[in-house]
């Protein structure tokens, strides 16, 4: 039930990123107008460059959508989780200051294909913040929809895919308009309120200059041309049902007339050029902007330039491109909804919209009559194509290829198979490793009461007790080892000489001892036993005719960083891989997760297996699959009675490697009694 609940929330979670970062994406200008809203309220506006909320719209947008597909995909779990979690916070902190001063009447976390009022945002992202929790706690539960070494496919064409979006839609316009502007839209139908509903009441406002001096004046009281504007804003006085759109207005600035309805209801053509700032306009395009200038005039259509700038942006604009067409003022905030573009083109027909284009492509004349259509279909067929249709095959072929490997881990794990495997094949041990432990006596008591219970007891599985120098001499005198194998904790990586305190391998052997443990984690932890090192202990073991239980194994950093696999294949390459495929048949390799040894951890009978059959994999590519086959791997890391049935049952686990369990008789046994 866990990971059924923590599925459905990443689910849904992914859904709804991968919606609100895509409606970002196709409007980038949407999204820093929004985001410019936000710094008005702080007055940051003049102290932050277009160019960097620019940035921030295209990173924002690109950062949900990749969080919704990674989830969708469970790529990178625990750091994608994490990074969900944070940006939810976040969001809520910044929808519950929303909801509390309503500074913005709508957040934008939809762009403006979906809109939601401030308490809305705020349930919205307390449910998603819940979501986040949930998936957070438990990122390892999301099931994979591509396995681990096509993930980098995933992300990198993700990444490519929204980035070019957005530089395609900030080139021409928007791939989908949102917006009651769009093409087809009739402006007046747009502006119409049904009978019976509340009438709202708005009012403009112009903020006119005249010898130094600013005024505020009203539709009512607008003053002659005498005075200079500066700005102008609509606000609603009184709330009512509110049409789709309801601040468009045109006044031509020379006389000050309101032409909005002469515009609306011209039966013919009307080119309208959009250009909220002129200050800030796009000029590279003025040759083509008046070769249709021309083109309207020729042809008796109406031509007029719509900005919210000034005489001195008009003048400047003028200046620059030999504008001769009229200008008139319409709020700012309205051109920014009608195009996204500075300058963009509109063309009208009955106050219908039927053309729109960017100053980066304006058409040429053959061009302009032919009335666009906003085709939905095909823009997401476009997508489909591009996107999703590339991701679903490369899913597809990732689960037949795992599909297929599961067949085969299948038929490994096939009961009747194993058995003849494990009887024809590789042999299962349980090794004991008393490391610094028991003296003399002691030793050499647990070494018989070994002796007596297994003779009596015949197990199923070769065992192996390694135990420190000073008890192999005494305990090999006495031990059956048709039974119990007798092995060192160690050699010298030396063959002989000035070297005091050394036991070399030919000293192990001398005593009666088979086996001998090398590159223990503890070994290279606290003794800093290089792989080099290791290498000749391995060569003189060998050389000894001594059988090597090998050990390799990750930190707890290295398996949280997902790195298990580079770690335990970088120590056999270093140590072991050297050698001939004769020689590396008396290695004996022992996994030991350093995170489980001695924790009271333990990795799960999933996970072990998991790397051991990995380890297997490596061996077959370095020596081939029979070589594989037969080379014992051991578990070792907090193994014991309770767990060791579950462990042994995978088909890749050959036993254990036992630390403070093989320190007492009737522990040691019980893990030995799991292979009956």
Not at 246 to 257: K, L, N
Not at 286 to 299: K, L, S
Not at 636 to 645: D, E, I, V
Request: hydrophobic content about 40%; charged content about 20%; glycine content about 6%.
């Amino acid at each position: 039930m866990r990971t059924i609940a923590v599925n459905v929330c990443r689910l849904i979670l992914a859904v709804v990123f991968i919606l609100s970062g895509f409606v970002k994406a196709v409007d980038p200008l949407g999204t820093q107008y929004k985001l410019q809203d936000y710094l008005e309220v702080f007055h940051l506006e003049k102290s932050v460059a277009d160019w960097m909320t620019l940035a921030a719209s295209v990173s924002l947008s690109a950062l949900e959508f990749c969080i919704g597909i990674f989830l969708l995909f469970a790529i990178r779990r625990r750091l994608v989780s994490k990074v969900t979690f944070v940006f939810m916070v976040v969001m809520t902190i910044v929808t519950l200051w929303l909801a509390i001063f309503d500074p913005i009447q709508d957040c934008g976390c939809f762009g403006d294909a979906l809109k939601l009022t401030n308490g809305q945002t705020l349930a919205k992202n307390f449910v998603l913040l819940t979501l986040a929790a949930v998936v957070v706690r438990n990122p390892l539960r999301m099931r994979r929809f591509i396995s681990k070494t096509n993930q980098g496919i995933v992300i990198n064409f993700t990444v490519l895919f929204i980035l070019m979006t957005s530089t395609w839609s900030l080139y021409r316009l928007p791939m989908f308009d949102f917006r009651p502007y769009h093409i087809g839209a009739n402006i007046k139908k747009g502006m119409e309120i049904p009978k019976g509903a509340k009438q709202p009441k708005f009012d403009t406002t112009f903020i006119m200059e005249k010898n130094g001096e600013q005024k505020e004046f009203t539709l009512e009281n607008y003053p002659d041309s005498t005075w200079t504007f500066i700005d102008s804003k609509t606000v609603i006085t009184e709330k009512g049902y509110e049409p789709p759109i309801h601040d468009f207005s045109i006044t031509e600035t020379a006389t000050g007339e309101d032409i909005t309805q002469q515009v609306l209801d011209d039966k013919g053509y009307t080119f309208l050029l959009i250009a909220p700032y002129l200050e800030h306009a796009d000029d590279g395009s003025f040759g083509d902007i008046d070769r249709i200038f021309e083109y309207a005039q020729d042809n008796g259509h109406k031509f007029y330039c719509l900005t919210a700038s000034g005489n001195d942006g008009i003048e400047h604009w003028s200046d620059m491109t030999g504008a001769e067409y009229p200008f008139c003022t319409t709020d700012a905030t309205t051109l920014k909804t009608i195009i996204r573009s500075n300058p963009g083109l509109v063309l009208l027909k009955n106050g219908t919209i039927i053309g729109k284009w960017s100053h980066n492509a304006l058409p040429t004349n053959k061009q302009i009559m032919v009335h666009q259509k906003d085709n939905v279909a095909m823009k997401l067929t476009t997508i489909i194509l591009w996107f999703v249709l590339p991701l679903t095959l490369l899913t597809i072929a990732d689960r037949l290829w795992a599909w297929t490997k599961w067949i085969k881990r299948k038929k490994r794990s096939n009961r009747l198979y194993q058995l003849l495997k494990r009887q024809k094949m590789r042999k299962k041990i349980v090794a004991g490793n008393w490391k610094m432990n028991m003296n003399l006596q002691d030793g050499v008591a647990l070494a018989k009461e070994l002796n007596e219970t297994l003779a009596a007891d015949k197990p199923n599985c070769g065992v192996v007790i390694c135990t420190p120098f000073i008890h192999l001499a005494s305990i090999a005198q006495f031990l059956n080892q048709d039974i119990i194998g007798l092995g060192a904790e160690n050699c010298a990586d030396k063959e002989k000489g000035a070297y005091t305190g050394e036991v070399s391998a030919e000293m192990v052997k001398s005593t009666g001892a088979q086996y001998v443990i090398l590159g223990h984690s503890e070994r290279r932890q606290y003794y800093n036993e290089t792989p080099e090192i290791l290498k000749e202990k391995v060569l003189l073991a060998l050389k000894n005719n001594l059988k090597v239980i090998f050990c390799i194994g990750e930190t707890l950093e290295e398996r949280e960083a997902e790195k298990q696999n580079e770690v335990v294949k970088a120590e056999l390459e270093g140590s072991v891989f050297n050698l001939s495929a004769e020689d590396f048949k008396n290695i004996i390799i022992a996994y030991e997760p350093i995170w489980a040894i001695g924790t009271g951890k333990t990795a799960t009978a999933d996970q072990a297996e998991e790397i051991h059959a990995y380890i297997r994999s490596i061996i077959a590519e370095k020596y081939g699959e029979i070589v594989a086959e037969d080379t014992t791997i051991l578990y070792g890391g907090s193994c014991k009675a309770s767990n060791a049935p579950e462990l042994f049952a995978k088909p890749d686990i050959d036993g254990g490697l036992i630390g403070g369990a093989s320190l007492k008789a009737a522990d040691f046994k019980g893990i030995i009694d799991a292979w009956k």
